[in-house]
């Protein structure tokens, strides 16, 4: 059954339906229609920028990212744009503008936000006005490769550079390196991850390391996919009790014992662009569509092909639906059980841009720079 799909003033009028795309468990069947009338609603949106200069042609792309906390929307933007809005009145309570695009974050603390920009700066904003505290040049571009706690930032840059500074003065702590890939890789890098006194990295040359994270020194290495294509590790990796799942491009999942990286299984997916894990369950979105694995094992629950060659984004998981952007589809949404497509919303601008779920709100950015608030009726799995 071909998806139906409605247009935002359908659904700012309440009234958008749509049916469903195929999913399987190891074999394709359709969804009836639903509707959305009583599930999802425009609450607001709110356009970076207004009048877009005719340059980004009909079809631009947005990699900005956006993140609510505590009633506040945070937003960053590849025009330049780093924005806090208030979640009650759809204004602006700071705005800043840099003159380059912004690659990395919002990472928000309870203390401030960070963005990296395409040159390799990190910058730490306050997060009640805006204003730059301090920045740190890495030396080459931070793709969706940034993280932080109370303590700590951490990057990795497009130079197979990993960076460590003080969250609090942007004061270098420690770096090191790999070689760079001399093979073809995909866009961005994995965001390292911090975690019980250890920081792992993936690179481009589709190692895996574990860093010691008071000096950096390197705890274990391991090459994943040393015989794939594509070997470098763009998805960021995530722990659960003690073992690390992580995405080799064009190699697939792996999940990794955490004390010395050995191989507890392997699944061949191509393009992993997120890894949701819960209970026993892993929900990834993939250049395959949307997988349920069982994380013990890594067997499929069922495969949801969404669109097939798709570019979708990584997922958001909630109780009930899972929620993803599917480039030139729309936000397409999914039964998180049974993996059928529930509906699908289009804007009329493609979506390149991940969404962002909270209690009864589900916020995403449109491809041409407008952040949509929606008010849904779910709420995250995991928080």
Same mark, same amino acid.
């Given at each position: 059954?071909?998806?139906?799909?409605?247009? +935002?003033?359908?659904?700012?009028?309440?009234? !958008?339906?749509?049916?469903?795309?195929?999913?399987?468990?190891?074999?394709?069947?359709?969804?009836?229609?639903?509707?959305?009338?009583?599930?999802?609603?425009?609450?607001?949106?709110?356009?970076?920028?207004?009048?877009?200069?005719?340059?980004?042609?009909?079809?631009?792309?947005?990699?900005?990212?956006?993140? /609510?906390? =505590?009633?506040?929307?945070?937003?960053?933007? =590849?025009?330049?744009?780093?924005?806090?809005?208030?979640?009650?009145?759809?204004?602006?309570?700071?705005?800043?503008?840099? %003159?380059?695009?912004?690659?990395?974050?919002? +990472?928000?603390?309870?203390?401030?936000?960070?963005?990296?920009?395409?040159?390799? *700066? $990190?910058?730490?904003?306050?997060?009640?006005?805006?204003?730059? $505290?301090?920045?740190?040049?890495?030396?080459?571009?931070?793709?969706?490769?940034? *993280?932080?706690?109370?303590?700590?930032?951490?990057?990795?840059?497009?130079?197979?550079?990993?960076?460590?500074?003080?969250?609090?003065?942007?004061?270098?702590?420690?770096?090191?390196?790999?070689?760079?890939?001399?093979?073809?890789?995909?866009?961005?890098?994995?965001?390292?991850?911090?975690? #019980?006194?250890?920081?792992?990295?993936?690179?481009? %040359?589709?190692?895996?390391?574990?860093?010691?994270?008071?000096?950096?020194?390197?705890?274990?290495?391991?090459?994943?996919?040393?015989?794939?294509?594509?070997?470098?590790?763009?998805?960021?990796?995530?722990?659960?009790? #003690?073992?690390?799942?992580?995405? /080799?491009?064009?190699?697939?999942?792996?999940?990794?014992?955490?004390? %010395?990286?050995?191989?507890?299984?392997?699944?061949? +997916?191509?393009?992993?662009?997120? !890894?949701?894990?819960?209970?026993?369950? !892993?929900?990834?979105?993939?250049?395959?569509?949307? +997988?349920?694995?069982?994380?013990?094992?890594?067997?499929?629950?069922?495969?949801?092909?969404?669109?097939?060659?798709?570019?979708?984004?990584?997922?958001?998981?909630?109780?009930?639906?899972?929620?993803?952007?599917?480039?030139?589809?729309?936000?397409?949404?999914?039964?998180?059980?049974?993996?059928?497509? =529930?509906?699908?919303?289009? *804007?009329?601008?493609?979506? *390149?841009?991940?969404?962002?779920?909270?209690?009864?709100?589900?916020?995403?950015?449109? #491809?041409?720079?407008? $952040?949509?608030?929606?008010?849904?009726?779910?709420?995250?799995?995991?928080?």
């Amino acid at each position: 059954m071909k998806s139906r799909q409605f247009g +935002i003033g359908a659904l700012l009028a309440g009234l !958008i339906i749509a049916g469903g795309c195929s999913s399987s468990k190891e074999a394709t069947v359709s969804t009836p229609p639903q509707s959305a009338q009583y599930h999802m609603s425009i609450d607001w949106t709110y356009p970076l920028d207004p009048n877009p200069p005719k340059a980004l042609g009909p079809n631009p792309l947005e990699l900005g990212s956006v993140v /609510s906390v =505590q009633g506040v929307t945070y937003a960053t933007s =590849q025009r330049g744009t780093v924005i806090a809005i208030d979640e009650k009145t759809a204004q602006p309570k700071w705005k800043t503008q840099f %003159d380059l695009p912004v690659t990395a974050g919002p +990472i928000v603390t309870s203390k401030a936000i960070f963005v990296a920009l395409n040159d390799g *700066t $990190i910058v730490r904003l306050s997060k009640a006005k805006g204003s730059e $505290i301090w920045r740190y040049d890495t030396g080459a571009a931070v793709e969706n490769a940034l *993280t932080a706690t109370k303590e700590f930032v951490a990057c990795t840059n497009a130079n197979n550079r990993v960076f460590v500074l003080d969250a609090e003065t942007g004061a270098l702590k420690w770096r090191r390196e790999r070689p760079r890939s001399q093979e073809f890789a995909m866009y961005g890098q994995a965001a390292p991850i911090i975690h #019980n006194d250890m920081v792992y990295a993936g690179f481009s %040359d589709g190692y895996i390391v574990g860093y010691a994270l008071v000096n950096g020194t390197a705890v274990w290495s391991r090459e994943l996919a040393p015989n794939s294509r594509f070997k470098d590790l763009d998805t960021s990796p995530v722990i659960v009790d #003690n073992t690390m799942y992580v995405a /080799s491009s064009s190699g697939g999942l792996y999940a990794l014992a955490l004390d %010395d990286g050995h191989t507890i299984w392997h699944r061949e +997916i191509f393009g992993i662009s997120s !890894i949701v894990p819960f209970q026993n369950n !892993i929900y990834l979105s993939s250049q395959s569509g949307i +997988i349920r694995l069982r994380r013990s094992d890594g067997q499929t629950y069922w495969v949801n092909t969404v669109q097939d060659g798709a570019l979708i984004s990584p997922l958001q998981v909630g109780k009930s639906s899972i929620y993803a952007t599917v480039q030139r589809l729309g936000l397409v949404v999914l039964d998180r059980r049974e993996g059928t497509t =529930q509906y699908i919303v289009e *804007t009329g601008s493609d979506f *390149t841009s991940a969404p962002f779920l909270t209690d009864g709100a589900l916020t995403l950015m449109s #491809n041409r720079s407008t $952040i949509y608030r929606m008010r849904i009726q779910d709420t995250p799995l995991i928080k």
